[in-house]
């Protein structure tokens, strides 16, 4: 029906197909490429989920969800209800995943929607020709998906909600506990206390100069008697050197070369995303996700081309890419860079194991939109994770790099010392992208060594090094942690890492993660009352069992009952056996600068503080700063006390800021240079620590 209004044209609203996705941005692209026979609106995410102020699960009733609509979006859910009414056809385009499919399916449940209808459009990337193509053949709602999103929400109100109640009532308010969260709690805990029990083990090295004609190279101690040999202790090492005779040459024994490749890394998924972009960017896992969404869901590129989705969908565990996106790689590479750099074979990446691979590997969706062309167009942190996308994936379509290698064995008296040298012989893949490994690897180049030739012994340098225990968790390692016990899904790990942060369990000290004593007395609970939550085999278990409703070949009822029945017997046992935790206040030697009373250290939601005991009656707090017993090198009047930077950085500064403005981000120590009179700071350096003048005048290892 055609509507004329004077003179005007109308057309009817009941002509237009209505499409409901999630977010504004996206429906702003998908309606450009659609045409004005679509009208494209968004639901805001969630329309409905489990009520807050109550479990929302039958248990007794096949553990049936009671879902609500969520408060506030009473507004969204009228509006979607209007349109739907005077629409020709509806259709459901929720991201192509678990959670995507279930907001589709409580869309279709609110509009009255038949969910055989086939109304569900899903894509991989937000382009014209990919969306398009998808509207062609719309699907009916996949149940099992939904099934399996609806498994694992219904556990996890279960199981927090059970144990959170209790947490509130034996130790304190506002915590929470939870599967995967549990187990990202456990896994900085262990590693804390491996760091506390690791015995630093000594041993030694020997860095020599020998010279060739008039080629000098390094070589290291190696061993004996053509045995390589570990040296432990200081009189070993003058054992071996006892042994060479500096008159004498030593004679090269062996010299292999060969030529060895370095292929590149496979294009992202959303486990390594987060992880090299925590590495080279210094981005939080939730920001990466939150600029890899902008750029999934559309950037607008100027009149040309509008608004466009720049990269694929960004929660995948799978690293394959389509055909299409190979030949188009391929063609781009032939013409940039040569057919040299250009793959021959199609390269088989093998996921991880228990992947789902429903979608492609994270690439950009052309790989004609280079980093360089969108710099005006994208924000600083779009146009470096975009970057980061991009040249990965090109260079996971590149040929390999070349190096010569040669390895030189040389020998005297019995004493074998080694020469590794290396050359970048054709750059392949590094033209476009260098992880910190290929940034790190310079060309170490030996002179041209014969089997028969001589070398002379110039110099030594032996040094003593202590073995380091296991680095404290990162963002990156904790992510890759969790995914390589099979613990969580891509869609969990950034809210995972936020919660244990959020809760207080972890802090972060620089970039590391340190568990809290409240963390720790979580755990502690959680380990002896509920063993199975924190079991690593059990939560990944549970993944697999998702994955198998999503694949229809289990009943999502019988998966959670499966798993709950054990929980609600230690459920029951621990409401009895838990004894109340007390976190004592303790003293904090000073009375109160307000009332005089005794002042008191407190553990509070962000870490311990200062507190008047007289509270609530008088609410002086202060922060607890932490002298390291050295006297201000500035004013000579103040304390150096250990400071956090906005982003968590420990740093070092006069007690009597802002009158002295003294800064370090080294600690400074108790003694002052014998060079210049100058303060010295410990300094944390690759295989130990060092104290150093900051003029740069002096410096020293520590010895442990």
Known sequence: MIHWKGALYVPSTKQKNLVIVESPSKAKTIEKYLGRNYHVVASLGHVRDL?????????????????????????????????????????????????????????????????????????????????????????????????????????????????????????????????????????????????????????????????????????????????????????????????????????????????????????????SLQQEANKRLNFKTRKTMMIAQQLYEGINLGRKEGTVGLITYMRTDSKRISKVAEAEASKFIHEEYGEPFAIIKERKDKNQEGAQDAHEAIRPSSVFRTPASLKDILSRDQFRLYSLIWSRFVASQMTPAVFDTMTVDLSQNGVMFRANGSKIKFEGYRKVYQSAADKARKDNILPDLAEGDTAKLQSNDPAQHFTQPPARFTEASLVKALEENGVGRPSTYAPTIDTIQRRYYVKLNGKSFEPTELGEIVDNLIQAYFPDIVNIDFTANLEDELDHIEEGKEDWVKVVDRYYKPFAKELESAEDKIEKVQIKDEPAGMDCDICGAPMVIKMGRYGKFYACSRFPACRNTKPIVKEIGVVCPKCKKGQVIERKSKKNRIFYGCSRYPDCDFVSWDKPINRDCPKDGHYLVEKKVKGGRQVICPNGDYEEDIQK
């Open 51 to 271: 009520p807050k102020s109550q479990m929302g699960v039958d248990i007794d009733h096949d553990y049936e969800p009671k879902y609500i609509s969520i408060r506030g979006k009473g507004p969204v859910i009228k509006d979607l209800k209007k349109e739907a009414k005077k629409a020709k056809r509806v259709y459901l385009a929720a991201d192509p995943d678990r959670e995507g499919e279930a907001i589709a399916w409580h869309v279709s449940h609110l509009l009255g929607l038949d969910d055989d209808d086939k109304n569900r459009v899903v894509f991989n990337e937000i382009t014209k020709d990919t969306v398009k193509q998808a509207f062609k053949t719309p699907r009916s709602i996949d149940m099992n998906l939904v099934d399996a999103q609806q498994a694992r929400r219904v556990l996890d109100r279960l199981v927090g909600y059970s144990i959170s109640p209790i947490l509130w009532a034996k130790v304190k308010k506002g915590l929470s506990a939870g599967r995967v969260q549990s187990i990202a709690l456990k896994l900085v805990i262990e590693r804390e206390n491996e760091i506390k029990k690791f015995v630093p083990q000594e041993y030694w090295t020997i860095e020599s100069i020998f010279k060739h004609d008039k080629d000098k190279f390094k070589a290291n101690f190696y061993g004996l008697n053509g045995k390589k040999v570990e040296l432990k202790n200081n009189d070993e090492v003058k054992d071996v050197l006892s042994r060479v005779d500096k008159k004498k040459d030593f004679s090269i024994d062996k010299v292999t070369k060969k030529e060895r490749k370095r292929m590149p890394a496979a294009p992202f998924t959303t486990s």
